[in-house]
């Protein structure tokens, strides 16, 4: 599977974006993804993930303020990013693999996106 993150951009604390990971393949629908996000200087770290069924798992850092969704119809999966801080500023990548159970780790997805900037002023 191929994989394409868009919708970052610069934004205001308090602000939102929309980020998109549109992925190629017939069977995207059986793969969980991931958002990861790495700031200068830091390492890839675990955003959020969404498995083939719906279920989720949020970094204690986002709960409350994100959210992921999915349409397999659209082999597209959302991260709707409210309220932002200026320490949600990184580069963002999704992330995708496939039988693994509550993947939080860089070394569990198999297939990656290109990244997305995501830089949040104060």
Do not use: H
């Amino acid at each position: 599977v191929q994989l394409q993150a868009f919708g970052g951009g610069l934004v205001q604390a308090g602000g939102a974006l929309r980020l998109s990971c549109a992925a190629s393949g017939r069977t995207f629908s059986s793969y969980t993804v991931g958002w990861f996000r790495q700031a200068p200087a830091k390492e890839r770290e675990f955003v959020v993930s969404i498995s083939w069924s719906g279920g989720t798992y949020y970094a204690d850092s986002v709960k409350g303020r994100f959210t992921i969704s999915r349409d397999n119809a659209k082999n597209t999966v959302y991260l709707q990013m409210n309220s932002l801080k200026p320490e949600d500023t990184a580069v963002y990548y999704c992330a995708a693999t496939v039988g693994a159970t509550m993947p939080l780790n860089v070394y569990e997805y198999g297939y990656w996106g290109q990244g997305t900037q995501v830089t949040v002023s104060s």
